[in-house]
């Protein structure tokens, strides 16, 4: 899938950036299909969607969920991420002997959601390793070495390992939570014509995407044809039916708050109010 820029969305349309990865086709499928939104559309890694938001090139952006602990800006929230219950298969540490024997990490930057989610949970372990930033050196671990990688290329990499384990699997296990990866994030700018727009447009493009899969799927391997091989369509299907869903419900919302809490930094009172389903009911979208 190729990234595309802020400056190729013209200025009259809502722009959304959104992650450039196989769990997010869904949503992107959904918003071309019900609107023919795909001018409005910039693809990009999880990094760049949030400097495209921080910039005020976009109003709206599926972001790091630790873009909102980080930022001093006051985001506005809409109901919908990537949210996962079990195991998620695209954030995984990888190795060819057990974790706690590892030294050192290498960590893929594409998302620091996922770096800091490795962080906590080797800290929840009582390790710590040596952390080094990029895996150019992932072909060559020692047996004291591992690495965290992110996204679609787990689909070519993780086989190549002896262990794996899947940080939200892990997480789970650990406290019982779903883990949300990603927030959408609505610019403190954006105007309230443009959050209903936002929410409407989303919660329709994620209701089209999930019933269409098939065709979901056959287009993105399309567009993907490196990846056709990797996986078969059930391999897929599962993936998306199965292991991810996009809407905060009140469990999600309580994992967010406690990977916050495990990330050892405060949240201010009115961010931390709006983690709450309080304030999704105050927001009374179906009522504009």
């Known amino acids: 899938m190729k990234f595309g820029t802020v400056s190729e969305s013209p200025s009259d349309r809502l722009r959304i950036v959104l992650v450039s990865y196989l769990n997010t086709y869904p949503i992107v499928w959904g918003l071309k299909k019900i609107a023919n939104y795909q001018s409005g559309i910039i693809l990009a890694p999880p990094a760049q969607c949030t400097q495209a938001l921080l910039l005020e090139k976009v109003g709206v952006g599926l972001v790091p969920s630790i873009t909102y602990l980080h930022s001093t800006l006051a985001f506005g929230l809409l109901p919908f991420g990537i949210v996962t219950h079990k195991q998620i298969d695209t954030v995984l540490l990888v190795g060819n002997r057990p974790f706690e024997e590892w030294k050192t990490v ?51 990499l993780a086989s190549r390992f002896s262990m794996v384990y899947d940080l939200s699997k892990v997480w789970s296990e650990l406290t019982g939570l779903p883990f949300v990866f990603a927030l959408f994030l609505v610019h403190p700018q954006c105007e309230r014509a443009r959050l209903q727009e936002a929410y409407l447009m989303i919660k329709e493009a994620i209701e089209v995407g999930i019933k ?5 799927i056959e287009e993105w391997c399309n567009e993907n044809p490196q990846e056709r091989n990797q996986k078969d369509h059930a391999y897929y299907y599962d993936y998306l039916k199965n292991k991810i869903s996009y809407f905060l419900t009140p469990e999600a919302l309580l994992g967010v708050r406690k990977f916050f809490e495990k990330c050892e930094e405060q949240l201010p009172p009115k961010k931390k109010a709006r983690l709450t389903p309080e304030y999704f009911h105050a927001l009374d979208m179906t009522a504009w």
């Open 106 to 156: 290498f960590l893929d930057t594409d998302s620091l959601t996922s770096v800091q989610l490795a962080k906590i949970l080797f800290r929840l372990k009582k390790l710590s390793p040596h952390f080094i930033s990029g895996i150019e050196g992932i072909e060559h671990l020692g047996d004291q070495s591992g690495a965290l990688i992110i996204g679609d290329k787990c689909f070519t």
């Open 212 to 216: 269409s899969l098939d065709r979901v």
